[in-house]
Each structure stands twice: as structure tokens, then as C-alpha cells.
């Protein structure tokens, strides 16, 4: 059963993706057009009495969204007061379903649209498909202010003279490292020589920006983002005082909300044929390809800034620890080779000695010989000799050069993916959920003033 916002089924248009990449059946509508941005599922019973779904495409077209009877808020006094979180076992399956109804007639409403699978049994897990149409993506887009490449590019300066030819040979001895991924996902190489410019994006200046086509102009991270943020500030006003999909998630009116996956990670066809998801599977999450760089850019463009930060963190990390995972294994062989020449080993565990210590205790302890203790001695020193002082000194300035390094290496990401904007933007909302929890209405009241602007 498919819900629209009022535009026909067959009205949109075929996503423009190319035809060698395979994507998954199941990553589309039922029409096969509209993509799948973010899947709400949900556990479901049959109802005794049969109740009529909203009819939520004729009514959304002209604004008008009425709930049925058994919706308002004099028939269902109860509900008024909300739901605390913790209390899934108080609402009935009746309940939960004029929840649901409420919910999926505000993403209506928030310009979002939804596909149900048909209840054919008495019982089980449904599942509700929701796409992102271009007029709803674009007022996001330009109310998050997220950057997008525009028509001006230019040419990086080759190095000349002996750094560029220093700069050659690094880049020949490590292309066995290098992830095996399109180019213009891996801005790090030095084919790469083009930085396109970006800017916030603008429904009034479209004519700036390099768009190929409508459906591939967001990546499908930026997409299932603005889905995310519809979905944290739509509010249940009849049936519930709630706001957001965490607190229908808390309370078990749907069980788990969740962007889909680019079809399968198994391949079929050629290495030209990878779609995001395989190229990861291959490139990235194998452990055949251990040894190679991440490519930062395609886990960027498949996961978000976020997680591609995080991984660019673990990768710089990774390779720092290297230099004193050699000095450590220095340190120990140090110590082995010179353990037998430590004077309070030798005589620690030299049984002619014969020291006798006194009793490490009041009258249960008795005497104890030093030799006693030679195999802790000595395995002391493996790891606490001469050598470790030149280790210690060497971790001090490590920690300080790896955090500037991770500094640069931020700052290099920051001003590759255009993130600048972007990570205020998130501050400024996250400052203002905190400060008002009512935060749906004023962002609605947002939308409102910039529509009229």
C-alpha cells in the first residue's frame, strides 16, 4: 500500500544512476523509481474491529489532514497526558497503530513519502518505506545549509623540481597500498589533481551549482540524514505528546528505524560493476586488504562525516603506533640478551648465596629465600631495564607529535569534505534541543518563514 504526498506513483522520475552499477530490488519502491531512503519497522496484530487508514493523498495535497473518530482528542482522553518512556506493555496494539497513523500523516505533512507493506497475516513485523521527493530534499538541503559542489573547479599545481619528483616516487612505492577505487573517490592521489568548490546549497541559484541530475546530487548519507531530522522533529499531538521517532522507538510503537543498505555486499558482475557497499566490502572490511589505506572518501560518502572522521582517527593512530611498537620490541630484546648480565638477577637467583629474608608477615609467615623470587626478577627486567628510559623519553614526544599530527590531518579532512559549516550547523542544533525540548514547532516555524521568504 503506497502513501504519496499527492504525486502520482508514476510521476517521478527513474533515478539517474549509472546502469553498470548493480543496486539491490529491494532498495526501491514498489514502482522501481523512487529510491528507499529509511525503513521504520514495527510488530503488528490483527485488529478485531477493522479500521479504515487515513486517505493520506488526496488530503495532503491540499493540507488538510483530519484524523479519523477514534483519533481526536475527545474520543481518547487517556492519551493525552503522553506515554513515559518504559511503559510499551500498557499500550494496546489499537493504540500503537493510531500512534503510527498519527506519525506517518506528519511525515506526510514534513513533504516525505511512504510505502507499507500489506498485513497479510494475523500477526507479524511490517515494515514502512519512506522517500525523500526532490522539493522536500531541497528545503532541507538549504535549511541545513549542506555544501554542494558548484560549476567553478580548478587545477592543483603540480610540484616541480626535486619535490616533485620526491613527491612521484612516494606516490609510485605506495600504490600497492592504495585502495582500489574510482578516482574521484580518492582525493588523496595524485591523479586527483582537480578541486571542485562548494558552497551552501540554494534553491534560488541552481544555475550555479553542477547538477547532473536531481536524483544523484546528494550523496545517500546527506539523504537518509534529512530523513533522520524529519523523523527527530515530527511530534503526536492527539494521541500522544510526543515529539521524534526516539520516543515511539522507546514507548514500541515501532521497533527500529534505519537507512537502508545499497543492495547486497557480494558481487555478481565485474570490478566496474561495484556498487558503494562492495566497493567497501572489498576495499575495505576484508581482511586481505589489511594492509592497504582506508579510502576515506567512499566511507565518507557511504556513512557520513562523522564515521569517516572516526576511521581517519583509527587510521592515523594505527600507523603512529608503529614507531613505538618497534622501539618496545627493541626495548625487550634489549633485555633478553642482557638479563644474564644484570647484577641483582645474578643475585637474586644464584643459590650459593643463600640470603634468608625475613617473614613478610606477623606469626603465620615463616623465613623465605631470595632465590625464590629469580623467575620474577628476571622477567622484571625484560621489560624494566636499562632501555626503558629512552623509551619513556621517546613516548613523551610521540604523544605530542601524534596529537599535532591528527590536528593536520583533521584540518586537511575538514577542508577536503567542507565541513566547517557543517559541524557549526550540528552545534547550533544540538545547543538547541538542549536548550528547548520543544524544538519540532520552531523548526516548522522556520520552514514556514522560508517558504514565505
Known amino acids: 500500500m503506497g502513501l504519496d504526498n499527492g504525486n502520482p506513483p508514476g510521476s517521478a522520475k527513474q533515478p539517474t544512476t549509472e546502469p553498470t552499477i548493480e543496486l539491490g530490488k529491494g532498495t526501491f519502491f514498489a514502482d522501481g523509481q523512487r529510491k528507499v531512503d529509511y525503513i521504520l519497522c514495527y510488530n503488528y496484530k490483527k485488529r478485531r474491529i477493522s479500521l479504515h487508514r487515513l486517505s493520506l493523498t488526496s488530503q495532503a495535497s491540499n493540507g488538510s489532514l483530519p484524523l479519523p473518530s477514534m483519533l481526536r482528542r475527545d474520543t481518547q482522553p487517556e492519551l493525552e497526558a503522553g506515554l513515559p518512556e518504559g ?5 494496546s ?41 526532490w522539493a522536500t530534499l531541497s528545503r532541507e538541503a538549504e535549511l541545513q545549509k549542506i555544501k554542494v559542489p558548484v560549476k567553478k573547479s ?28 574510482p578516482e574521484t573517490l580518492n582525493t588523496q592521489s595524485h591523479q586527483n589533481r582537480t578541486k571542485t568548490l562548494s558552497h551552501p546549497f540554494s534553491r534560488d541559484k541552481l544555475h550555479l ?47 527500529s528505524a534505519f537507512p537502508p543498505h545499497d543492495g547486497s555486499f557480494t558481487r555478481k558482475g565485474g570490478r566496474d560493476q561495484r556498487n558503494d557497499r562492495q566497493l567497501l566490502y572489498e576495499e575495505w ?52 640478551l642482557t638479563v644474564n648480565t644484570n647484577v641483582p638477577s645474578q643475585e637474586m637467583c ?22 625464590s623470587v ?19 623519553i621517546f613516548m613523551s614526544l610521540w604523544a605530542a607529535f ?9 584540518m586537511c579532512l575538514k577542508h577536503a569534505w567542507d565541513l566547517t559549516i557543517l559541524l557549526q550547523i550540528v552545534f547550533f542544533l544540538d545547543q538547541t534541543r538542549q536548550i528547548n525540548g520543544n524544538f519540532g514547532y520552531i523548526w516548522t516555524e522556520l520552514i514556514e518563514q522560508k517558504d514565505h521568504l
Open 350 to 371: 644464584d643459590d650459593n648465596l643463600n640470603f634468608t629474608m625475613c617473614p613478610l608477615c606477623d606469626a603465620v609467615c615463616d623465613y623465605w629465600k631470595l632465590s
Open 209 to 255: 551549482f553542477e547538477i547532473k541530475s536531481q536524483d544523484i546530487l546528494f550523496d545517500y548519507s546527506v539523504r537518509s540524514r534529512i530523513v533522520k531530522e524529519i523523523l527527530t522533529r515530527t511530534a503526536c499531538t492527539q494521541t500522544c505528546q510526543a515529539t521524534g521517532i526516539s520516543s515511539l522507538l522507546a514507548t514500541g510503537v515501532y521497533n
Open 87 to 91: 511503559e510499551e506493555s500498557q499500550l
Open 93 to 133: 496494539e489499537e493504540e500503537k497503530a493510531m500512534m503510527r497513523e498519527e506519525f506517518e500523516s506528519g511525515l506526510l505533512e514534513q513533504g516525505l513519502q511512504l510505502e507499507r507493506d500489506k498485513e497479510s497475516r494475523s500477526q507479524g513485523i511490517g515494515f514502512i518505506r519512506l522517500h525523500v521527493p
Open 374 to 392: 629469580c623467575s620474577l626478577t628476571r622477567a622484571s627486567y625484560l621489560f624494566d631495564n636499562g632501555a626503558t628510559t629512552l623509551f619513556a
Open 285 to 336: 572490511a576484508n581482511y586481505g586488504v589489511m594492509f592497504k589505506y582506508q579510502p576515506l572518501d567512499l566511507i565518507r560518502k557511504y556513512f557520513g562525516e562523522a564515521i569517516g572522521l572516526y576511521f581517519a582517527w583509527m587510521g592515523v593512530y594505527t600507523r603512529m603506533l608503529v614507531p613505538p611498537s618497534l622501539l618496545g620490541l627493541i626495548v625487550f630484546l634489549y633485555g633478553v
Open 402 to 410: 601524534f596529537l599535532e599530527h591528527w590536528k593536520r590531518r583533521q
Open 154 to 181: 580548478y587545477e592543483l599545481r603540480q610540484p616541480q623540481g626535486i619535490a616533485g619528483k620526491i613527491a612521484l616516487l612516494y606516490q609510485t612505492l605506495i600504490k600497492p597500498f592504495r585502495p582500489d577505487v
